[in-house]
């Protein structure tokens, strides 16, 4: 059954999770009895397909929504990718963000407590009385949910609370709760995910808008570089490199094609979209000018000249990356005559205008991880642990350049760990821009997320502390002296 066509489980789903305060969820066991819901693969589905809902695109809840209150556009605006000139695209640009910053902080405060129903979920399940391979396959569906969405909190904000079970148990009794230490946060969300890799199907056998096994493995890479654990990245690309089942797509422009998605052997993961809403696609929206034809948007974005102008003038991943186009009112707007809507950069489509869509939304469905990210990882982790750019390296960085129409580097260009470093955060860009947003994590690991705020956007609030998001007042107020802002907000 297609992910698409699961609004009724998922209702189903959400109802009997039923509602949370904060970290703290009441679930009311003397109306859910482990012996009696979960019976069936029918309830099981329905369970794991509400675990899934927190990680779709939409406006109203979803994580990854293509709007300015998702994860890819908040987080590429704090970075030249994109640069906005009011509302939350302009706080991220400038670095501007403060505790009392909501369209940030909510980030955190939506969507943590959907860790807790993961684990209240996984507890469930482990109850109840269905065989224990319908219970493998299901917790580790529920598995990856909860470690995907907990990198993506600790990747934005640092150390996280995680409710132990025995208190989600228990939600009548206050007990305000600590963040964890770093290593524990990061210990948590690799046991998750190891563990959701050991059941999850393998590519070639998962449902397309799934969980996989390449998923698990593909957000654990990102994890370990965010811990410069180079042998560790190492170790989980061979794992995806050896499962033979995916490769680099010859037509780059044509992923983010109308159906692009579903037939590529690229995709570890994209969420499906429809005109329904079940996940929404509105980055046509978000990016388009009002007056672009032949249908148009809100343009609340743009890129930057600056971003733009560090692509090779052959490079086909900056097609979509509009320089010029004629409005409807027969105006051609272009760097030479930009006005207020290519004076910062060009229009980051993307993806395909989709023309003929007959609401805001679009059914381009969101790419979110690719095998590219598998190659150009294990490229910066092999230079890394050899301390200078290597051959091998440079020969996974051609593969990923050929596929872009450009001409191969030489390593002994590039034999300096700096030099190959920097080649490396270049080409993250230039792949995954508009994309899953973790270029920023990008910047941040190779040291240059203030430095560019500084020289791309010259941001006068940008610092060292920025690179975290900050927490809400709120969550601080109500952690009663346990729950630690991050440094540098007050």
């Not at 066509?5 to 998922?10: A, D, G, K, T, V």
């Not at 509602?19 to 329905?46: G, H, R």
């Not at 930009?338 to 950069?345: L, Q």
């Not at 991880?369 to 051609?398: C, F, P, Q, W």
Request: proline letters at 5%.
């Amino acid at each position: 059954m297609n992910l698409r066509n699961h609004i009724y489980c998922l209702v189903i789903g959400i109802c009997w999770l039923g509602s949370c305060t904060d970290d703290l969820v009441p679930v009311d066991y003397s109306e859910i009895n482990p012996s009696i819901f979960p019976k069936t693969e029918a309830d099981l589905q329905a369970m794991v397909n509400a675990c899934y809902y927190p990680l779709r695109g939409s406006w109203g809840d979803g994580i990854y929504s293509t709007s300015e209150r998702g994860v890819m556009f908040v987080s590429d605006a704090t970075t030249e990718i994109l640069h906005g000139k009011y509302g939350v695209q302009n706080v991220a640009s400038l670095h501007n963000y403060i505790p009392a910053t909501t369209e940030i902080t909510r980030f955190y405060d939506d969507f943590q407590n959907m860790i807790s129903r993961m684990t209240l979920t996984i507890d469930l399940i482990e109850e109840s009385d269905v065989s224990e391979t319908l219970k493998r396959s299901a917790i580790a569906e529920v598995r990856c949910a909860r470690g995907l969405l907990a990198y993506q909190l600790f990747d934005f904000f640092g150390p996280i609370v995680i409710a132990p079970i025995e208190v989600l148990k228990n939600p009548l009794i206050e007990e305000p709760l600590a963040r964890l230490s770093h290593e524990e946060t990061v210990n948590f969300i690799e046991a998750d995910l190891i563990a959701a890799a050991e059941d999850l199907p393998a590519p070639a056998q998962a449902e397309y808008g799934r969980f996989s096994k390449g998923l698990a493995k593909m957000v654990l890479i990102r994890l370990n570089l965010h811990e410069k654990r180079w042998d560790k990245v190492i170790e989980l690309c061979n794992d995806i490199i050896g499962y033979n089942y995916y490769t680099i797509d010859n037509d780059y422009v044509g992923m983010w094609g109308l159906e692009g998605a579903k037939g590529s052997r690229e995709v570890i993961w994209a969420i499906p979209c429809n005109y329904e809403g079940t996940s929404e696609n509105q980055w046509q929206l978000m990016a388009l000018p009002a007056d672009f034809s032949p249908k148009g948007g809100w343009g609340t974005i743009q890129s930057t000249w600056w971003f733009f102008d560090t692509f090779e003038p052959q490079d086909v991943r900056k097609t979509l990356l509009i320089d010029r186009y004629t409005s409807t009112d027969g105006i051609t707007y272009s760097r030479s005559n930009p006005g207020d809507v290519m004076d910062w950069g060009p229009i980051p489509l993307k993806m395909n205008p989709d023309a003929e869509r007959t609401t805001s939304l679009s059914t381009v469905d969101i790419v979110m991880y690719r095998y590219a990210d598998v190659l150009l990882s294990k490229a910066e982790a092999l230079a890394n642990i050899a301390n200078a750019g290597t051959s091998e390296a440079m020969e996974l960085v051609n593969i990923i350049r050929q596929r872009a129409k450009l001409q191969p580097l030489n390593a002994a260009d590039y034999a300096s760990l700096a030099a190959f470093n920097d080649l490396i955060l270049t080409e993250r860009s230039h792949e995954f821009w508009c994309e899953n947003g973790q270029y920023r994590a990008d910047l941040i690991r190779h040291g240059k997320f203030v430095e560019r705020a500084r020289e791309v956007k010259q941001s006068p609030y940008t610092a060292e502390y920025k690179q975290l998001f900050p927490f809400s007042l709120q969550m601080i107020s109500e952690g009663k002296g346990k729950f630690i802002q991050n440094p540098g907000y007050f």
